[in-house]
């Protein structure tokens, strides 16, 4: 599966310095369909709360980006927008979008597959992805 | 559901935290020299200390593909986002206390529109 070494590979190439810096803690889940990259994200701007978003990389994930969700922090098998920052907390991160929540960053599924449909995620990054993602979950 | 650690190897990198890597001197070396942590490759150079901040900051760009995006990124030592790329980098040196050599990252700005 061609897509899913992609995926791995880009996993791979995320630089430590940042995961180190941010404490993201990333940890990978194969499914059937799909990779899924989870990493811990602490928000400055939100005392220091920790949320975990999940990636899932599918077939498509070239021209449909990388398909966004939270979890719980202490259960990465519960997902959905219970486990999102409550909507208009965190720039960029519409919990309250219809038909599903989703975040206004380049590289995400919700970008590229709901909110921006004309710009395609070619040349977008995950290591630029999260660290933009850290930025607004930082910014006060 | 089974999580696991990672199973991959991160790319190694420098130094894991932003900070100054010498001691502070009395005044601003000439030569100062500069790290930058970017999300591609690192830059690693020496520079002179007349120079603007602004060279680093190109030279840096252009390992992330950033050419023409100057907008998009910052130029930030510890948690101090480096704004007037015109000073000098004796100049901030001089601020900040850096010794003979220094790292910096270079940090995408959240594109939200």
Redesign the interface.
């Known amino acids: 599966m061609e897509w899913a070494k992609a995926a791995?590979d880009e996993?791979?190439?995320?630089?430590?310095?940042?995961?180190?810096?941010h404490g993201w803690s990333?940890?990978?889940?194969k499914t059937d369909d799909a990779i899924e990259l989870?990493v811990r994200i602490t928000s400055r701007r939100l005392a220091n709360r920790i949320y975990v978003i999940k990636l899932a990389y599918g077939p498509e994930w070239r021209e449909a980006g990388r398909r966004e969700d939270f979890v719980d922090p202490d259960d990465?098998?519960k997902a959905g927008r219970d486990h999102w920052p409550v909507h208009g907390t965190v720039?960029?991160v519409l919990t309250n979008n219809n038909p599903g929540p989703a975040i206004?960053?380049?590289g995400t599924f919700g970008y590229h597959s709901m909110l921006?449909t004309t710009e395609r995620p070619a040349?977008t990054?995950l290591?630029?992805l999260l660290?933009?993602?850290q930025?607004?979950f930082d910014?006060t | 559901m089974i999580i696991s650690e990672t199973p991959f190897q991160l790319r190694p990198a420098g130094p894991s935290t932003s900070k100054e890597l010498a001691m502070p001197s009395s005044g601003p070396p000439n030569q100062v020299e500069i790290t930058v942590i970017t999300t591609a490759d690192d830059l690693h150079d020496t520079f002179n200390s007349h120079q603007p901040l602004r060279v680093v900051f190109e030279r840096a760009l252009t390992l992330v593909g950033g050419h023409g995006q100057e907008d998009q990124f910052s130029l930030v030592f510890g948690n101090e986002t480096l704004t007037d790329l015109q000073r000098t980098i004796g100049d901030y040196a001089q601020q900040f206390g850096w010794g003979s050599s220094v790292e910096f990252e270079l940090v995408p700005k959240p594109v939200v529109v």
Do not use: M, N, Q, T
């Open positions: 791995l996993i791979d190439e995320l630089r430590r310095h940042w995961v180190v810096r990333p940890s990978v889940h989870f990465y098998a720039r960029a206004c960053l380049k921006h040349g990054s290591g630029r660290l933009e993602l930025g607004v910014e």
